[in-house]
């Protein structure tokens, strides 16, 4: 069964839940076949990006501590990843050139 976060689900419109949807593209497409030759460094630079960008934003509207926030942080990407019924909806609801390039500001 899907938790309610998962991509099999309305896509949510505010941008953390926007942020977390691209950071798992990334992942399920980090150092796959689906990547262009020379993509690999891009990739990882902007799933640095938006590492940064969620895990304070976590930790400030969660109000938990920085350690507490990587946590749910990784908890919420691995939900997002789960069921292959929730990848495969991740990839064709989030484009790979979306994730790699879109900028939504955080608030």
């Given amino acids: 069964m899907c938790s309610t976060l998962s991509c099999c689900r309305q896509r949510y419109t505010r941008p ?3 942020q977390l949807y691209y950071l798992a593209r990334l992942f ?3 150092s ?3 990547l262009l030759p020379g993509q690999q ?8 990006e938006l590492w940064n960008q969620i895990q304070p934003t976590v930790e400030h509207r969660c109000h938990v501590s920085t350690i507490d926030a990587i946590g749910l ?3 919420l990407i691995a939900t997002l990843l789960q ?3 929730c990848r495969q909806s991740l990839r064709q609801t989030v484009s790979l050139l ?3 390039s ?3 500001p955080l608030d």
Avoid: F, Y
């Fill in 28 to 30: 399920l497409a980090n």
């Fill in 41 to 48: 460094q891009r990739l990882e630079n902007r799933m640095e």
């Fill in 102 to 104: 879109s900028a939504v």
């Fill in 98 to 100: 979306e994730a790699m």
């Fill in 83 to 85: 069921q292959e019924c």
């Fill in 16 to 18: 953390l839940p926007t």
């Fill in 73 to 75: 942080t990784e908890r």
């Fill in 32 to 34: 796959s076949e689906e």
